[in-house]
């Protein structure tokens, strides 16, 4: 009996002791996410107000996208496609210093696209989404990787049916109260044109891709296996979403749309060069059920302060019939400053102004030039009672490392996603290489005011953040050939001025095979149009590059003569007759 007793006693004690050991990692790894940790000398080469602080929790991970940080400061990255090693990381300091000691890749799904996007943590599940998929796995306690049966929330069908079918395919998540998940639908091409990107070609009047594009679905967060006919049209008109989010305090939806592009490519009688690189607006909504964006039939002109009608419809840059039968903006930000995350800010580690109020990570435009390219920061919005009470700032800035950026390509990172951390640090990823901050205060709240905000306010008269002079800032004044106006006119709106391509969507012409290939190839390529997928300099890439053969037989002879000469150094030129001859083969 009384070896019994010891016995029993003995593993008892092996028992408390384990689980001691258990709690007291726990305990670490719980101070180590609740613990703010001492910024960078440089802040991560971050410029943000005085007082606020910033750390680079990891870096080079891989082109990073949308981001979520657990309730014990676990961080979960999703990557734009899937790599051998998975399409997700995990992340966990264990030291509390603010730097990542633990990483692991995990997801290993299929996924053709280049468009995964979306990582939100709901209810024990961390939820992400493919080109074509909306995933979760459940979340064990003290686990850093989630459970490997990933399984599928929402499937986008036709996607599935047609891969080639959409350009703005992207699927951010946020959810609701009411066990609600919102997935953004987006549109096929520009401007639902006969005849997509192309000069000239009218808008399909009633515009049919809105049967299924354009606009955010509702479906039960908590069903596997959904299509998009098994969700609810929620709202509608909205062209583009990446930046998405559920605002607790409101009650309501709120979400930042992509504008169209290339004014001035496709209608250049009605718009300017500078025009093009302004308008249209990035339109920040208040998303209720029922709400029409407008789109495509209308864009918010941020300089006039209204909507008016696309040119496709009948618009000319001032015309607003029926402008006031669709939703208007709280905000209209200018032109392709790109808003891919949105997040509401709920903690108290930041002053008061803070609270409540809208992050937004403009991760930076392709299609300004010939001025800089814009964008390429964290920018904030204050609020009060769900609406905006003042003027948009900038919050963090210096991602891309210099202030004129010409070339997308040449931004060292480009910010793209925001998570609050649970002691209400701000974490953000960049896309080039995948790095993370962690931005936080360690300031006097109370005196937070004007004198510390006024550095940023210096900020907006940055090229990356202010409205270019239309003469002083236009980078290729008097510099162009006739070769090089039609190929900034036509093509550096995706391969960029300088032919790099922005590494993510876009390839480079630069290095290209087809590029240095047989000139009847190139000439096919830019008459006939292109899909992937393709690999270029070691990246792969799978967009839709469309025919370009509403150009003449000399404008494409004068754009293939420039880039082959610029950026294949001192290739043979094109001649118009050899466009002829491959424009006359069937």
């Known amino acids: 009996m009384k070896r019994f007793f010891f016995l029993n006693s003995r593993r008892i004690a092996y028992a408390v002791a384990g689980m001691t050991i258990l709690l007291c990692s726990?305990?670490?790894?719980?101070?180590a996410a609740?613990?703010?940790?001492?910024?960078?000398?440089?802040?991560?080469?971050?410029?943000?107000?005085d007082g606020f602080e910033a750390v680079v929790v990891v870096d080079s991970l891989g082109r990073a996208r949308h981001l979520a940080v657990n309730e014990n400061g676990d961080i979960y990255v999703k990557l734009r496609g899937t790599t051998e090693r998975g399409g997700a990381v995990a992340l966990r300091d264990t030291?509390?210093?603010?730097?990542?000691?633990?990483?692991?890749?995990?997801?290993?799904?299929?996924?053709?696209?280049?468009y995964s996007t979306a990582m939100r943590i709901y209810n024990g599940y961390i939820y992400f989404s493919t080109t074509g998929v909306v995933y979760r796995s459940k979340l064990v306690p003290g686990q850093l990787l989630p459970d490997t049966a990933a399984e599928a929330i929402v499937i986008d069908d036709a996607y599935r049916q047609n891969p080639r079918g959409t350009e703005h395919i992207t699927k951010p998540i946020t959810f609701d109260d009411k066990g609600h998940i919102?997935?953004?639908?987006?549109?096929?091409?520009?401007?639902?044109?006969?005849?997509?990107?192309?000069?000239?070609?009218?808008?399909?009047?009633?515009?049919?891709?809105?049967?299924?594009?354009?606009?955010?679905?509702?479906?039960?967060?908590?069903?596997?296996?959904?299509?998009?006919?098994?969700?609810?049209?929620?709202?509608?008109?909205?062209?583009?979403?990446?930046?998405?989010?559920?605002?607790?305090?409101?009650?309501?939806?709120?979400?930042?749309?992509?504008?169209?592009?290339?004014?001035?490519r496709t209608w250049p009688d009605l718009y300017t060069a500078y025009q093009s690189a302004l308008l249209p607006a990035e339109e920040f909504f208040r998303i209720t059920e029922g709400t029409n964006g407008g789109w495509p039939y209308f864009y918010y002109d941020q300089l006039q302060n209204k909507k008016v009608l696309n040119p496709e419809y009948g618009g000319d840059g001032k015309k607003n019939e029926g402008a006031d039968t669709v939703t208007m903006?709280?905000?209209?930000?200018?032109?392709?400053?790109?808003?891919?995350?949105?997040?509401?800010?709920?903690?108290?580690?930041?002053?008061?102004?803070?609270?409540?109020?809208?992050?937004?990570?403009?991760?930076?435009?392709?299609?300004?030039?010939?001025?800089?390219?814009?964008?390429?920061?964290?920018?904030?919005?204050?609020?009060?009672?769900?609406?905006?009470?003042?003027?948009?700032?900038?919050?963090a800035d210096g991602f891309a490392e210099q202030d004129t950026i010409v070339n997308t390509s040449d931004a060292k990172a480009r910010p793209m996603g925001l998570s609050e951390g649970p002691d209400g640090s701000l974490y953000v990823t960049e896309s080039v290489r995948g790095k993370i901050w962690r931005i936080m205060f360690k300031g006097n709240k109370t005196e937070f005011g004007e004198k510390q905000l006024a550095v940023m306010d210096e900020r907006k008269n940055r090229t990356n953040?202010?409205?270019?002079?239309?003469?002083?800032?236009?980078?290729?004044?008097?510099?162009?050939?006739?070769?090089?106006?039609?190929?900034?006119?036509?093509?550096?709106?995706?391969?960029?001025?300088?032919?790099?391509?922005?590494?993510?969507?876009?390839?480079?012409?630069?290095g290209s095979p087809y590029v240095s290939g047989p000139n009847k190839q190139l000439i096919e390529i830019v008459l006939k149009g292109m899909s992937g997928p393709i690999t270029i300099r070691g990246k792969s890439?799978?967009?839709?590059?469309?025919?370009?053969?509403?150009?003449?037989?000399?404008?494409?002879?004068?754009i293939l003569s420039y880039v082959r000469v610029r950026m294949t150094h001192g290739g043979a030129p094109v001649s118009s007759e050899e466009v002829r001859t491959v424009r006359s083969q069937p």
């Open 26 to 31: 726990q305990c670490k790894q719980n101070d």
């Open 34 to 49: 609740t613990t703010v940790p001492k910024g960078d000398p440089d802040n991560g080469k971050l410029t943000m107000a």
């Open 95 to 114: 030291t509390g210093d603010g730097k990542a000691d633990i990483i692991k890749y995990f997801g290993n799904y299929k996924d053709r696209g280049s």
């Open 182 to 264: 919102y997935v953004p639908f987006g549109a096929p091409g520009d401007v639902c044109q006969v005849e997509n990107r192309t000069p000239g070609s009218p808008g399909m009047l009633p515009c049919p891709q809105l049967d299924i594009h354009g606009g955010v679905w509702q479906f039960d967060a908590n069903k596997p296996g959904q299509i998009q006919a098994d969700g609810k049209r929620y709202a509608t008109g909205i062209r583009s979403l990446v930046a998405m989010a559920w605002n607790f305090q409101d009650g309501n939806l709120f979400a930042v749309q992509h504008g169209r592009d290339d004014f001035f």
């Open 329 to 395: 903006p709280l905000i209209g930000f200018p032109g392709h400053f790109s808003p891919n995350d949105l997040l509401f800010y709920k903690g108290d580690q930041f002053p008061a102004r803070y609270k409540n109020g809208a992050f937004i990570a403009f991760h930076g435009s392709t299609i300004r030039a010939p001025y800089p390219q814009a964008g390429y920061f964290v920018g904030f919005v204050p609020f009060k009672d769900g609406k905006p009470s003042g003027p948009w700032e900038v919050f």
């Open 465 to 510: 953040v202010k409205t270019p002079d239309e003469k002083k800032d236009n980078l290729f004044e008097g510099k162009q050939s006739t070769g090089s106006i039609a190929y900034t006119r036509y093509c550096a709106s995706c391969h960029l001025p300088g032919g790099q391509g922005d590494g993510n969507r876009y390839p480079p012409l630069f």
């Open 541 to 558: 890439f799978d967009g839709v590059m469309p025919s370009h053969a509403f150009l003449s037989d000399e404008q494409v002879a004068e």
